[in-house]
C-alpha cells in the first residue's frame, strides 16, 4: 500500500522522471553536474521504499529549477576568442 498523496497530486513518477531528463539535457550551465545529480537521483528513487521515495523526485525538480534557463552564452563566446587568439 502506497502512503504517497493521490495519483492526481502525485502523477506518474516515470512521466515526471522524463520530463526532469528533458530540462537536463538543456542544461549548458552546469556542465556534466545536472546529468550526474538526474541519474543519482532516478537510482535513489527506484532504491527509496513509500514514503520517502518522492523525495529524491522533490529533489531532483529543486535541482534542475536552479540551472533551467541559464544561457552559456557570454563564456562560450569568450572561449571561442581565447583558442582564436
Given at each position: 500500500?502506497?502512503?504517497?498523496?493521490?495519483?492526481?497530486?502525485?502523477?506518474?513518477?516515470?512521466?515526471?522522471i522524463?520530463?526532469?531528463?528533458?530540462?537536463?539535457?538543456?542544461?549548458?550551465?552546469?556542465?556534466?553536474?545536472?546529468?550526474?545529480?538526474?541519474?543519482?537521483?532516478?537510482?535513489?528513487?527506484?532504491?527509496?521504499?513509500?514514503?520517502w521515495?518522492?523525495?529524491?523526485?522533490?529533489c531532483?525538480?529543486?535541482?534542475?529549477?536552479?540551472?533551467?534557463?541559464?544561457?552559456?552564452?557570454?563564456?562560450?563566446?569568450?572561449?571561442?576568442?581565447?583558442?582564436?587568439?
Open positions: 500500500m502506497s502512503t504517497c498523496m493521490p495519483a492526481s497530486i502525485c502523477g506518474d513518477p516515470q512521466a515526471f522524463a520530463r526532469l531528463a528533458e530540462i537536463v539535457c538543456h542544461d549548458n550551465f552546469t556542465e556534466m553536474h545536472a546529468f550526474k545529480h538526474h541519474q543519482s537521483i532516478v537510482e535513489e528513487y527506484h532504491a527509496t521504499h513509500e514514503p521515495r518522492w523525495m529524491h523526485l522533490v531532483g525538480a529543486r535541482a534542475a529549477a536552479i540551472s533551467f534557463g541559464k544561457s552559456m552564452t557570454v563564456y562560450e563566446e569568450y572561449l571561442e576568442l581565447l583558442h582564436a587568439a
